[in-house]
């Protein structure tokens, strides 16, 4: 329900055109349940830009696929993630054209793209941590945005991350994928002042704990302004930046 919507339906309801119960059967329809397992937030696409996206891992595949069609239904589109091999199978005997990003493990599907005014930069200390960057990639895209795409230029190498100096300051905005000892953030957030989201990955030896060790190397980041997310969370990155990138693009308009 969009606010032209509510607005009709309180003035019906102040003419005495419908009733309390219709009025209330209405609000309803910004939920949809399914079955005892999910309640879909339909009003979030308003909200945020995007509707609920479905978190995949540990729902059974009927419920992964019965999600996922409501929300198509509804909306047009659908964005999953961390989705396993067969619950994509099921998802595009569903959905033929349904796109399996296999890398970052997660599924799309739009009935048109979303075109919005933005660019997210996303960095890489590593080729290890290339699915975690995929997931981000995806996220941003389906909500409209482009991306450039900067992979190895951990400080291992500190040149190569100078050298794409120039092309990761083009961005609205920058997420920086890294595990080891989670260093690559503090380093660009010292060389330019776009936004830098940080995603730990849990890439690296037995003392990095799984990703520790780089999440709490970048909680304790001297870069300025560095944001951090869970490990491995590049869909939360993503949203993250697409969500930054949507209000510079109304601030333009």
């Not at 219709?22 to 830009?49: F, H, M, N, P, W």
């Not at 290890?128 to 450039?148: H, N, Q, W, Y």
């Not at 500190?158 to 595990?179: M, S, T, Y």
Request: a negative charge.
């Amino acid at each position: 329900m969009n606010p032209a919507d509510a607005s009709d339906l309180l003035k019906q309801f102040k003419a005495g055109d419908i009733s309390e119960s219709q009025v209330l059967d209405s609000l309803q329809q910004l939920t949809s349940c399914i079955s005892d397992y999910a309640q879909i937030d339909l009003d979030r696409a308003r909200r945020k830009g995007f509707p609920e996206v479905v978190f995949a891992e540990g729902k059974t595949t009927p419920q992964t696929v019965n999600i996922v069609a409501e929300i198509y239904r509804r909306h047009g589109r659908f964005l999953a993630t961390r989705v396993n091999d067969s619950q994509a199978e099921a998802i595009q005997e569903e959905f033929p054209t349904a796109v399996h990003h296999k890398a970052a493990r997660c599924m799309t599907l739009e009935d048109s793209p979303l075109e919005r005014n933005g660019m997210v930069a996303v960095l890489t200390a590593g080729t290890s941590d290339l699915p975690v960057a995929e997931e981000v990639m995806v996220t941003v895209e389906s909500m409209g945005f482009s991306i450039k795409r900067i992979v190895d230029v951990g400080i291992a190498g500190i040149h190569r991350l100078l050298a794409a100096r120039n092309l990761f300051e083009k961005a609205d905005v920058i997420v920086v994928v890294a595990g080891m000892e989670g260093a690559l953030p503090s380093a660009v957030a010292g060389l330019t002042g776009i936004p830098v989201i940080a995603v730990p990955t849990s890439v690296g030896y037995g003392a990095s704990f799984g990703g520790l060790a780089a999440l709490l190397g970048m909680l304790n980041s001297c870069g300025s302004g560095v944001t951090v997310v869970n490990i491995d969370n590049g869909f939360g990155a993503g949203y993250a930046a697409g969500q930054i990138c949507a209000m510079l693009d109304q601030a333009r308009k």
